[in-house]
């Protein structure tokens, strides 16, 4: 497992920002006790070394009329990594899949697709996610209610680090 080099004040700095990504950096820098110059130095650090990629708005899903969540499994019928690169590529070209996974397992994928009625999933599988290549069986799965989503990421594992250069 890689070294990760963040202390307290960046985690708090994460964690805040997970919780409202549009808080302002005065506001930041006076829940993680900080002044603003140091914090938004910290903040562009977190971004540009990669712990912070992008920031966006969660939309409601019911309230933007995709109230059908599926969980579709993909089986391969190939296991070259040629076919496996062709197959994702396709897939991160569809606009409903929302996730996606690749695993080890009895199945090759998971996606996690949003689309607004059972019918419009229907058209889908069957003119879109039937003729994705190397594609030997799809088994979907609807989820029937959302009990944990849009979570934060746990921080609790990073560790602070011995040494390292002081950006407070």
Same mark, same amino acid.
């Given at each position: 497992m890689p070294y990760i080099e963040i202390d307290s004040i960046d985690r708090k700095i994460l964690k805040e920002l997970q919780r409202d990504g549009r808080l302002s950096n005065s506001d930041l820098s006076k829940i993680v006790g900080l002044s603003p110059s140091p914090c938004l130095r910290r903040v562009k650090r977190l971004e540009k070394e990669g712990f912070i990629k992008s920031f966006s708005a969660v939309l409601d899903r019911q309230k933007i009329g995709l109230s059908l969540t599926v969980f579709a499994e993909f089986t391969l019928g190939s296991a070259s990594r040629e076919a496996a690169m062709d197959f994702e590529n396709q897939l991160r070209a569809i606009p409903q899949v929302v996730t996606c996974h690749m695993l080890s397992g009895s199945s090759d994928c998971l996606a996690e697709i949003v689309v607004p009625s059972i019918e419009i999933y229907e058209t889908l599988l069957s003119q879109t996610l039937?003729?994705?290549?190397?594609?030997?069986? /799809?088994?979907?799965? /609807?989820a029937l209610k959302r009990v944990k989503s849009e979570t934060p990421m746990p921080l609790d594992h990073i560790k602070r680090p011995l040494s390292g250069p002081d950006c407070s």
């Open positions: 039937r003729e994705l290549p190397h594609v030997r069986d /799809i088994r979907s799965n /609807i």
